[in-house]
């Protein structure tokens, strides 16, 4: 006679084989989450931002509004800075017919600042000696010696800016109007007593609605126009800089400078 214990063993085996068996819940693929530990930025993968009918809209319009307001903002610039060079172009002709400079002085001078710049110099004193005749240099000029090459170069006494073959002095005041002064470029009385500010274009430097002369070719905060600032870094590493109106980045010693996988951005891989 079978035991208490092996009766109770085959119930239970017998209750577990007619039971029904739970289903496992599927998984969704909505439940699934690719995870990764690198950023977006050094992956092979393009982001894919979902965006409204309407938010596209609204995106394309603001740009196309930012563009017209760039574009006017740019032909106003141009148009003061014509018309300052056109101020600059008349005061220098004037200069010349007072002080009788003729097309051939110029043209001698040229010649002269050629030559001297093949002069090596620790002070100005060594760039003087060059000077073999008054006619070489324009009025209030002087030979200057140039402390981030070391090379000799035609400049103007103090208070004087070399352009157009002349030294020109800023004007202090126009009329009742004070002007100040800036660096990197003079300021000259045009009509009603207007002080116009005149940049040193041929270096690059473009005037600001404050007064002030900026350069458009090396100014991170103002490169290849007024106002275009450069980015910084797509990862915070790295200075944004300017070359030559191109925004760059100058990444720390060991990175390397790379971009992003759309191309709008710059940063220093390897920090």
């Known amino acids: 006679m079978p035991s ?7 119930f239970a085996l017998a209750a577990l084989a007619i039971s029904p068996v ?15 530990s690198q ?8 982001a894919v931002e979902k965006r409204s009918d309407e938010s596209r809209k609204e995106s394309s319009a603001r740009v196309k509004r930012a563009k017209l307001a760039a574009a006017k903002k740019a032909k106003r610039a141009s148009a003061v800075q014509e018309e300052g060079q056109s101020l600059l172009k008349r005061h220098i ?3 010349h017919a007072r002080e009788g400079v003729t097309k051939r002085d110029l043209e001698r001078r040229a010649v002269f600042a050629r030559a001297l710049r093949r002069y090596r110099c620790a002070n100005d004193r060594v760039c003087a000696r060059a000077v073999t005749s008054p006619s070489d240099l324009p009025s209030n000029g002087a030979a200057v010696c140039n402390p981030v090459t070391h090379l000799c170069a035609v400049g103007c006494q103090d208070g004087y800016t070399l352009t157009g073959g002349v030294c020109v002095a800023s004007v202090q005041t126009c009329g009742p109007n004070a002007c100040g002064t800036t660096d990197n470029g003079i300021f000259l009385c045009s009509g ?8 040193d274009t041929a270096s690059g430097y473009v005037a600001t609605a404050q007064n002030t002369c900026v350069s458009v070719i090396s100014s991170a905060d103002n490169c290849g126009a007024i106002g275009n600032v450069c980015p910084g870094s797509y990862n915070g590493v790295g200075e944004p800089s300017c070359r030559n109106r191109v925004c760059r980045l100058n990444c720390p010693y060991g990175t390397t400078l790379r971009k992003t ?11």
């Open 4 to 10: 208490i214990k092996s009766c109770l063993a085959a």
């Open 22 to 36: 739970a289903q496992a819940t599927p998984v969704q693929a909505s439940d699934l989450v690719r995870r990764t």
């Open 39 to 46: 950023p977006s930025f050094y992956t092979n993968e393009a």
């Open 93 to 95: 002709e004037e200069m």
């Open 192 to 199: 009603n007593n207007q002080c116009t500010l005149i940049c």
């Open 261 to 271: 996988m759309d191309g709008t951005a710059l940063y220093c891989y390897g920090a």
